[in-house]
């Protein structure tokens, strides 16, 4: 059985029979991790600098001799690496002083720091198999972000108390600007909102819940809402990057949703991760730290500040070592350009546009095909993996390791 | 899909009876039904000015002739591989309860759908409930998926 | 005289996109899911297009040329969207605010039709825009 690291549900049931440069019979990869495992056959990378091949020590030195060099480096992407990998991440960033971040910084950060710290309540995708009665997908869109996460947890598998499931025992609420996939398979409980009205429509619950005619439109539907979510035994919301970016400086307004919630029945919410090891970033880093994301250890302390953000380090800093991550796809256009001018050291099973523009490319085995490691799945459960192939190629941890000692 | 109306509308619609229904509505429905075959029609394959419908009939028709026996047709381009349809088929729960059952990947080989190679695939078809003399009409693989990658005609 | 139309852009995920992301950020079929726009029915009739034309979506941040798709959800006129990508990483502004998070699924872009031989804008391109 093999991991897959598609997404961050890593799905721990993936039979697979590697032939000659290919995979053939893979079994209950969804096509998302599908094409993830194809990957790995097409689009290498190889070990280059300034375009021009060399071999991989050549590369590690000139890597090792950049950051060397730099004043201001920032150490970014982590949430497509092994928590092995991340915690060699963050020796190096203390070691050389660096500015360090990771996809959260942009993405679930927001929603991710304040389930760590316990302010909003959480549990385990497997609580939610097991007794879930009432999902909410909120902002989320799980059939195509995450394409398992309805049949192995959220609403069509039985569960210790769940035994006749979506037939009788869950619903599923969807609560977006459209009508998703997901959405679709909502029938009944589906609530459209306009764009940034997730602050407006978290009121109108906490209204109904607390008996107060709320302030929507569809006054009758937002209190058979309220009804559904006062029966639920045992509710989840799993809010997606349509809620987060909604919401940003207003998620006080979710944690009072969700402790008014809680005041009535059992309610608990699992940020929709895209990455598969992200929460294992923000984990590790905090243990360290304090912080989940942008942190500087220039001057030797931990600093945490929204100057260290991805956002403002790509501009600020004057090198870049970016691993497991393609932010010149992923960050806005003048933040991606500030970013491509900078020497750029591109750690990447495959190529990129990063990897096209980075002064110096290292190519790394892919995690969970050709790479073992410890993950953290979106719920906080730690899964290990083996690799299920061989590969030549050093895992994100060795390369991290050898430029050090380089160093 | 094609409905029986959109079938009717390609027939001669001269109720000539030689395919041994009593109108063409009759047949239109027939053909939906898989009980009968396009070839039936006589007239519509022998006769010329009928060429352009026969033609178009045949391609309507061809889905719902390459659909299984239960008449489950499976769309592999638009399917997510979500096993939704793995997860919540009864036949599939009853034949590998402690993986189907709590959403893993089948390991038995009597399930009827199982996810290979990103997609949904169907084996055992004869164990399905719409199958056989005391066939039910359930439909918990079409009405579970997100991308309308399931359907029965 | 088709209109310039205004509308909010909000970037989703699609799976069939993401899988060709997975496979090759520089296939025809990466791009073919990712420059692409969907508006609904009465957007498309006040740009006068139809399936597959293309239009020139533009804003401070910066533009590009992308292929039109007609929604399948109920009408949301002034309301865009498109599958999160480089493409639509152009049109997304550098500014941030307190939470230093890009709006990008608040994107304000103004719409205009193409003439019929205009090709989308190729990742090549982007990436020249990006390293000149």
Same mark, same amino acid.
């Given at each position: 059985?093999?991991?897959?690291?598609?997404?961050?549900? /890593?799905? !721990?049931?993936?039979?697979?029979?590697?032939? =000659?440069?290919?995979?053939?019979?893979?079994?209950?990869?969804?096509?998302?991790?599908?094409?993830?495992?194809?990957?790995?056959?097409?689009?290498?990378?190889?070990?280059?600098?300034?375009?021009?091949?060399?071999?991989?020590?050549?590369?590690?030195?000139?890597?090792?001799?950049?950051?060397?060099?730099?004043?201001?480096?920032?150490?970014?992407?982590?949430? &497509?690496?092994? /928590?092995?990998?991340?915690?060699?991440?963050?020796?190096?960033?203390?070691?050389?002083?660096?500015?360090?971040? =990771?996809?959260?910084?942009?993405?679930?950060?927001?929603?991710?720091?304040?389930?760590?710290?316990?302010?909003?309540?959480?549990?385990?995708?497997? $609580?939610?198999? &097991?007794?879930?009665?009432?999902?909410?997908?909120?902002?989320?869109?799980?059939?195509?972000?995450?394409?398992?996460?309805?049949?192995?947890?959220?609403?069509?598998?039985?569960?210790? %108390?769940?035994?006749?499931?979506?037939? !009788?025992?869950?619903?599923?609420?969807?609560?977006?600007?459209?009508?998703?996939?997901?959405?679709?398979?909502?029938?009944?409980?589906?609530?459209?909102?306009?764009?940034?009205?997730?602050?407006?429509?978290?009121?109108?619950?906490?209204?109904?819940? $607390?008996?107060?005619?709320?302030?929507?439109? @569809?006054?009758? %539907?937002?209190?058979?809402?309220?009804?559904?979510?006062?029966?639920?035994?045992?509710?989840?919301?799993?809010?997606?990057?349509?809620?987060?970016?909604?919401?940003? @400086?207003?998620?006080?307004?979710?944690?009072?949703?969700?402790?008014?919630?809680?005041?009535?029945?059992?309610?608990?919410?699992?940020?929709?991760?895209?990455?598969?090891?992200?929460?294992?970033? &923000?984990?590790?880093?905090?243990?360290?730290?304090?912080?989940? &994301?942008?942190?500087?250890?220039?001057?030797?302390?931990?600093?945490?500040?929204?100057?260290?953000?991805?956002?403002?380090?790509?501009?600020?800093? =004057?090198?870049?070592?970016?691993?497991?991550? =393609?932010?010149?796809?992923?960050?806005?256009?003048?933040?991606?350009?500030? /970013?491509?001018?900078?020497?750029?050291?591109?750690? @990447?099973?495959?190529?990129?546009?990063?990897? $096209?523009?980075? %002064?110096?490319?290292?190519?790394?085995? /892919?995690?969970?095909?050709?790479?073992?490691?410890?993950?953290?799945?979106? $719920?906080?459960? %730690?899964?290990?993996?083996?690799?299920?192939?061989?590969?030549?190629?050093?895992?994100?941890?060795?390369?991290?390791?050898?430029?050090?000692?380089?160093? | 899909?094609?409905?029986?109306?959109?079938?009717?509308?390609?027939?001669?619609?001269?109720?000539?009876?030689?395919?041994?229904?009593?109108?063409?509505?009759?047949? #239109?429905?027939?053909?939906?039904?898989?009980?009968?075959?396009?070839?039936?029609?006589?007239?519509?394959?022998?006769?010329?000015?009928?060429?352009?419908?026969?033609?178009?009939?045949?391609?309507?028709? #061809?889905?719902?002739?390459? #659909?299984?026996?239960?008449?489950?047709?499976?769309?592999?381009?638009?399917?997510?591989?979500?096993?939704?349809?793995?997860?919540?088929?009864?036949?599939?729960?009853? #034949?590998?309860?402690?993986?189907?059952?709590?959403?893993?990947?089948?390991?038995?080989?009597?399930?009827?759908?199982?996810?290979?190679?990103?997609?949904?695939?169907?084996?055992?078809?004869?164990?399905?409930?719409?199958?056989?003399?005391?066939?039910?009409?359930?439909?918990?693989?079409?009405?579970?998926?997100?991308?309308?990658?399931?359907?029965?005609? | 005289?088709?209109?310039?139309?205004?509308?909010?852009?909000?970037?989703?995920?699609?799976?069939?996109?993401?899988?060709?992301?997975?496979?090759?950020?520089?296939?025809?079929?990466?791009?073919?899911?990712?420059?692409?726009?969907?508006?609904?029915?009465?957007?498309?009739?006040?740009?006068?297009?139809?399936?597959?034309?293309?239009?020139?979506?533009?804003?401070?941040?910066?533009?590009?040329?992308?292929?039109?798709?007609?929604?399948?959800?109920?009408?949301?006129?002034?309301?865009?969207?498109?599958?999160?990508?480089?493409?639509?990483?152009?049109?997304?502004?550098?500014?941030?605010?307190?939470?230093?998070?890009?709006?990008?699924?608040?994107?304000?872009?103004?719409?205009?039709?193409?003439?019929?031989?205009?090709?989308?804008?190729?990742?090549?391109?982007?990436?020249?825009?990006?390293?000149?």
């Amino acid at each position: 059985m093999a991991t897959c690291t598609g997404c961050s549900l /890593l799905c !721990e049931d993936i039979e697979a029979i590697v032939t =000659d440069g290919g995979l053939s019979h893979v079994k209950n990869l969804c096509r998302k991790g599908h094409g993830h495992f194809q990957a790995v056959f097409t689009e290498r990378t190889e070990p280059s600098i300034d375009g021009q091949k060399v071999d991989l020590e050549k590369a590690i030195l000139a890597a090792a001799e950049i950051l060397k060099n730099a004043k201001r480096p920032l150490l970014y992407g982590w949430s &497509n690496s092994t /928590l092995e990998a991340q915690a060699a991440g963050i020796r190096l960033a203390e070691k050389i002083g660096a500015t360090i971040d =990771d996809t959260s910084s942009f993405c679930q950060g927001l929603l991710m720091e304040r389930i760590i710290a316990g302010t909003i309540p959480t549990c385990t995708l497997d $609580d939610v198999r &097991n007794f879930a009665d009432t999902s909410i997908f909120w902002g989320s869109d799980p059939s195509n972000s995450h394409p398992r996460h309805l049949s192995r947890f959220s609403y069509y598998p039985r569960g210790d %108390k769940r035994q006749k499931s979506y037939e !009788e025992e869950r619903t599923c609420i969807a609560v977006d600007v459209r009508k998703s996939a997901t959405a679709q398979l909502c029938s009944n409980y589906y609530f459209r909102l306009a764009p940034g009205g997730d602050a407006e429509f978290m009121e109108a619950i906490i209204s109904v819940l $607390d008996g107060k005619i709320p302030k929507v439109a @569809d006054k009758k %539907k937002m209190i058979e809402l309220g009804t559904l979510l006062k029966k639920t035994e045992y509710g989840v919301i799993f809010p997606g990057l349509g809620m987060v970016y909604s919401m940003q @400086d207003r998620m006080d307004l979710f944690e009072r949703l969700m402790a008014r919630l809680n005041e009535i029945t059992t309610f608990r919410a699992i940020p929709m991760v895209g990455h598969y090891n992200m929460r294992g970033f &923000n984990e590790l880093l905090r243990e360290k730290t304090g912080f989940i &994301n942008r942190v500087s250890f220039k001057g030797g302390a931990a600093a945490h500040g929204p100057e260290n953000s991805v956002l403002s380090a790509a501009k600020s800093c =004057d090198a870049a070592l970016v691993i497991g991550s =393609d932010p010149l796809s992923s960050l806005p256009f003048g933040t991606a350009r500030a /970013l491509s001018k900078k020497p750029i050291i591109a750690i @990447d099973p495959r190529r990129s546009l990063t990897t $096209d523009a980075a %002064k110096v490319v290292i190519p790394s085995a /892919l995690s969970g095909m050709e790479a073992g490691g410890t993950a953290v799945r979106m $719920d906080g459960v %730690k899964i290990r993996f083996e690799p299920i192939i061989e590969s030549k190629r050093p895992t994100d941890e060795e390369i991290l390791t050898r430029i050090m000692e380089a160093i | 899909m094609v409905g029986a109306m959109e079938i009717y509308m390609l027939l001669p619609k001269t109720n000539c009876k030689k395919c041994g229904l009593p109108t063409c509505m009759a047949f #239109a429905v027939g053909l939906l039904g898989r009980e009968k075959k396009v070839d039936e029609c006589t007239p519509l394959v022998e006769e010329k000015k009928y060429e352009a419908k026969l033609k178009k009939l045949r391609e309507v028709i #061809a889905p719902i002739e390459n #659909a299984s026996e239960t008449g489950l047709i499976i769309h592999p381009e638009k399917c997510f591989g979500c096993g939704n349809c793995v997860v919540a088929c009864p036949v599939n729960v009853a #034949a590998d309860p402690t993986r189907c059952g709590v959403g893993l990947g089948p390991q038995s080989d009597k399930v009827i759908l199982k996810v290979e190679d990103g997609v949904v695939v169907c084996n055992n078809l004869k164990e399905c409930r719409r199958f056989g003399p005391n066939k039910t009409l359930c439909n918990a693989c079409t009405v579970t998926c997100p991308s309308k990658a399931i359907e029965f005609v | 005289m088709p209109e310039e139309v205004e509308v909010t852009i909000v970037t989703v995920r699609d799976i069939f996109q993401d899988e060709a992301a997975k496979k090759s950020r520089f296939s025809l079929e990466y791009e073919k899911l990712s420059a692409l726009i969907v508006l609904d029915k009465q957007d498309m009739a006040r740009l006068a297009v139809k399936d597959g034309q293309k239009l020139l979506v533009k804003n401070d941040a910066g533009s590009v040329i992308i292929a039109v798709k007609t929604s399948a959800d109920e009408a949301h006129p002034g309301l865009a969207f498109m599958n999160n990508s480089p493409w639509s990483n152009q049109l997304v502004a550098d500014s941030v605010g307190e939470c230093s998070i890009p709006g990008f699924k608040s994107i304000k872009a103004k719409l205009a039709r193409m003439e019929e031989t205009a090709n989308v804008t190729p990742i090549t391109e982007l990436f020249s825009r990006m390293k000149g």
